[in-house]
Structure formats: C-alpha cells, structure tokens
C-alpha cells in the first residue's frame, strides 16, 4: 500500500472516530441554530470572541491553538509525504480540508476531555505543572520570531496547552489503569510465512482496488499454479519466490483477524517449512510458505498491541457516553476561514514531541549528556540561550491557573499507527 493510500486510511477512521463523537449530533438544546455542513453538525451561534474558533460547554479554543495543532499536524505529514500533496483528494475533499478535520478532532478531543477530567476532580500536581511550563518554554523557544508572528501564538497560551495535553494523558492512564486482561499466546499468535504473490486487482490513488479483467485473472491463477508446481527438489521456494513474488516484502508475519477467515484458517492451518496451495485474496494470489508457527517475538508485540486496543476501546465507550451530553458551539465565521500556511518561514513540527510524555525519555537523555559535557560547555550553553531568547526578546510569564480542566488525544502518526 503507498503512503498516501495509507494515509488516507488513517485520515479516515480518524475523523470518523472522534468527529463523530463531537459533532454529529449530541449538541443538546440550544437556541442557536444547527446547520448541517458535510457530515458535522455544528451549532452556529453568536457572542464568540475575535479569535474563538469553537466552545465546548464554557471550553473554549482560540484559533491560534488551533494553528498550532494545524500546522504542527501539516508539517508532520510534509516530512512523510512532501509539500505537493494538498490538493490531492480523499473521497471527494482535499487532503488538505481533510487535515484541517484531523486537526480540529483532536484539539476538540483534548478539550472535550478538560471536562471529563474535572467532572473526576483530576488536576496536575505542582511537579507536573512545573513540566508543563518547562514543555511550553521549550516550544516558544523553537519558535523564531516569525512563526511567532505568524500563528498568533504566546508563552501563556502554550502553557495551558501543555497542561491540557499532560492532563489529557493523565486522565486516559487512569481510566484504563484497571484494565489487563489475559491474552494467551494463541489470540497473539503470529505466523512468520515467505511469500510468492501475484497481483489480480490493483489500487487507485485514492486506494480503492482496481481489479483486473477476468481472463487476466485466469491468466494470473494458470500462472500461481504453474509455480506451487515447480515448488520441489529441484526448484525452491525460495528461488521462485525471488523470481516472481510481486509484494515488497518475501517474508511478513500474520495475525487473527489480519486476513479474510478463509485465509487466515490456512495460514494458521500450515505446519513449519510447510507450503499452501493457492490462496486467493481480494488484490491478488498468494502461495506461502511456512517459516515459523510462532514467531515469538512478535507475538509479545501483539500481545502488547491487543491489550491496547482494549484499553482504547474501554476508554473510547465512556469517552463516547460523556461527550454525546455536551454542548458544542462552533464559530463558523472563523472557521470558514481557516485555512494552511504555506509559507517557507514556517517549519515548526515539534510541538507533539515536546508535550507528549515521550518529551521526559527526550529531557532525561539531554540532561544525562548535558552532565556529561558540562566541562567546559557553559559558555557554549549560555550562549545558546542568549541566542532564543534574542529571537523575539526575552519573555517571562507566571504560570497560569487552570484548576481540573483538560484531556487526552492520542497521537496521529504518519506511519499508520493510532
């Protein structure tokens, strides 16, 4: 699958996921009027501020956090994919409005989550607090003072969403904490096969499969016969495999649910250096070869995979319920006008990285190599310093208060992962 194809299928499940819990009904009673716009529904109404983008309950979200999310997300996916792909469509919308929706559930998400974690009475203590200002200051900081200018953006309004997104984590480990079901090495199970395939169908740019004329399938299974064939003393599989395998990869791992039932009852029927007949599948023709019943290690990796998707899945079903109850108001004049900025001056990309906790693993092993060097390097350390802060001038703030108030997202990768 290509990365755009793939992309799109993330994009996807995405807004599906968590639009549909925001802004598809569940908007409660209100005077304002509801106006259906694509498959949101967002409620209209009056009294917004200048650069309020939408509420949620008395929530409410300043287009410049917005920006921040939006472009941060944008540049993420210009490294993966590059800047020529905003005008490519995904099921009839730009990919670039269908960012824009990644971007608006997710800070949506996070702010819908402010709410639940009050309604718990959950907070961040002072330390967290304390990293949360430290998370700020490290983005402001990576900021120049263009891109400073240009999102609209400052050291306070970072601040609470640093806190926001830490509370957001903090809140989802606590919901799913309690949950640690059993799963045994058979649910995990992932077989380790070498392949020969040979396409019959194949994908769009909108990955949508194309599948071939019905003689040129015949033509393909003549041929994925003529091949199990030859399969022998005399001729490997892995020869043959060399020879015409069509897919990328010789060897790949499968797990239950992965593949069709029929497939999948094969693949786990073969026995080790076992090889199938010929399976057919909906893009093409596959003959494997099995390497491995259990491959162990990524069968710990599963394992670890399933739990998650459970947790997820718990999390999801009281997310769901919480969020069906609130209020959402939407500025549509604002958001009307949103849009990307293509502009060379904006390169930011690290905001996700600094807020998440994977940022602690990042500080301890800069803090661990800062110590090591630190002979020597103070002037060096001084001097960089000098240097951010001589970007846009230097900016002191206290930290502001925002008691119980916050959320979680999980993190949109571009490799396909939730």
Not at 155 to 180: H, P, R, V
Request: proline content about 1%; charged content about 35%; hydrophobic content about 35%.
């Amino acid at each position: 699958m290509t990365n755009f194809n793939l992309m799109k299928k993330v994009i996807t499940v995405t807004i599906i996921c968590i639009l549909s819990a925001l802004f598809i009904g569940g908007c409660g009673k209100d005077e304002s009027e509801e106006k259906a716009k694509g498959d949101r529904i967002l409620v209209l109404t009056h009294g917004f501020g200048a650069d309020e983008l939408f509420r949620i309950e008395d929530v409410s979200c300043k287009l410049s956090e917005y920006m921040v999310y939006l472009t941060n997300i944008q540049k993420e996916y210009e490294a993966n994919m590059g800047t020529g792909i905003w005008k490519k469509e995904v099921d009839g919308r730009t990919l670039e409005d269908s960012v824009k929706d990644v971007a608006l559930s997710r800070i949506s998400q996070v702010k819908t989550m402010n709410i639940l974690a009050a309604s718990y009475g959950l907070g961040l203590d002072e330390e967290e607090r304390e990293q949360a200002l430290t998370r700020a200051n490290r983005y402001f900081d990576s900021l120049t003072e263009e891109e400073v200018k240009i999102l609209g953006i400052d050291i306070t309004t970072l601040t609470t969403m640093c806190q926001e997104y830490m509370l957001a984590d903090k809140l989802y480990e606590s919901i799913i904490a309690d949950i640690n079901p059993e799963i045994s090495d058979d649910e995990a199970r992932k077989v380790l096969v070498e392949q020969i395939f040979l396409r019959t169908a194949e994908e769009d740019e909108k990955g949508n499969l194309i599948h071939y004329a019905q003689d040129k399938k015949d033509e393909a299974l003549r041929k994925a016969e003529e091949i199990r064939g030859r399969i022998g003393e005399e001729e490997s599989f892995e020869s043959l495999s060399a020879q015409y395998n069509q897919a990328e990869e010789m060897t790949v791992s499968i797990g239950r649910g992965e593949r069709d039932s029929g497939f999948e009852e094969a693949v786990f029927g073969l026995d080790k250096n076992e090889i199938s007949e010929v399976l057919e599948a909906s893009e093409g023709l596959y003959i494997l070869k099995c390497v491995s019943t259990n491959n162990q290690a990524e069968t710990e990796i599963n394992k670890i995979r399933i739990l998650e998707e459970r947790r997820k899945l718990a999390f999801e079903k009281e997310y769901d319920t919480f969020a069906e109850g609130l209020v959402k108001k939407m500025n549509n004049k604002v958001w009307e006008n949103v849009a990307m900025i293509h502009d060379d001056a904006l390169t930011t990309h690290s905001f996700f990285k600094i807020v998440s906790k994977e940022a602690d693993a990042g500080e301890d092993a800069e803090n661990a190599e800062g110590t090591a060097d630190a002979a020597g390097a103070e002037n060096t350390t001084d001097s960089a310093d000098s240097e951010a802060q001589e970007k846009r001038g230097k900016h002191t703030v206290e930290e502001p208060v925002v008691d119980g108030q916050d959320s979680w997202k999980p993190d949109i990768s571009m490799n396909g992962e939730n």
